[in-house]
């Protein structure tokens, strides 16, 4: 072999590789299927706050819930103040779902008698299957009551990721939700009245509000909002349920309002019930 061709052949494999390394970089991933166990806990002590059935959305990253600072959609504003879910999921399909978004509501079906709420100490899950390209992150939000508008949910769009990069499901994923996460929608002063759970008496009402989602400054004569007089602290709910002073109040020092397990399907787990 010549000095010619020694120098040419390294040049061709070179060639070769690199128009190889192009056809691999631009050729798509295969979207993946992983079968999944979401859990919602109300991680409130006995006395304490409730929360309404968890929404989730399921998405490739695009569907932004809210910006803190911005204001709220009118889906968030409806779950936010009453609990209704119904806008959010109509903007959640809008969005998203023609690209194979999943939404849908956890409900605590042992909750408060008549509504599938969050009890202190409750739990519930469900069971779905997700995709590795349509369903690669995660959203979730639910209405703390009782309140004129607070609420629980990430602000991130790509916050919560459940594949990697190479579409590998990241395995269990625990989110837990501190009192210091719990939101103002902006949308209904917090003056306690008309707040649902407590002595609201028809969706919608309370004095409307424009502000920006940022948050919550706490119930009325709490740990962070102290000066005023009470009236969901110490207060009783439907049932006579009452709300304790300490065990209610989601912004003591280290209080902890839910915990979020997202986790793979065994063989062994078997279906949800």
Not at 63 to 71: A, K, N, T
Not at 144 to 160: E, L, Q, R, V
Request: glycine fraction near 12%.
């Amino acid at each position: 072999m010549n000095r010619k061709e020694r120098k040419i052949r390294p040049m061709y494999f070179a060639f070769v590789f690199a128009v190889l390394g192009l056809f691999i970089a631009a050729a798509p991933l295969q979207a993946a299927t992983q079968e999944i166990i979401v859990t919602v806990e109300n991680l409130a002590p006995s006395g304490g706050f409730y929360f309404t059935p968890v929404w989730v959305g399921f998405h490739d990253g695009s569907f932004d819930l809210f910006d803190l600072g911005g204001l709220a959609s009118e889906g968030l504003e409806r779950f936010a103040e009453d609990g209704d879910a119904a806008v959010l999921q109509a903007e959640f399909d809008a969005a998203v779902g023609g690209a194979g978004g999943i939404n849908t509501l956890i409900t605590a079906q042992e909750g408060f008698i008549g509504a599938p709420v969050f009890d202190p100490g409750d739990a519930a899950g469900i069971q779905l299957t997700v995709d590795s390209q349509a369903n690669s992150c995660f959203s979730y939000m639910s209405m703390i009551i009782p309140s004129n508008d607070a609420f629980i949910g990430n602000h991130n769009p790509k916050g919560i990721e459940l594949f990697d990069a190479a579409g590998q499901f990241k395995g269990k994923q625990i989110i837990t939700i501190l009192g210091t996460m719990v939101w103002d929608a902006g949308t209904e002063l917090n003056n306690e009245k008309d707040a649902a759970f407590i002595n609201q008496t028809e969706p919608n009402t309370g004095v409307t509000t424009m502000c920006p989602i940022a948050p919550h400054t706490g119930y009325l004569g709490s740990y962070a909002n102290p000066g005023s007089d009470p009236i969901i602290l110490g207060g009783t709910g439907p049932a006579d349920i009452m709300f304790d002073h300490v065990a209610a109040d989601f912004l003591l020092p280290y209080a902890v309002v839910a915990r979020i397990t997202i986790e793979p399907v065994t063989m062994h787990d078997g279906m949800m019930p």
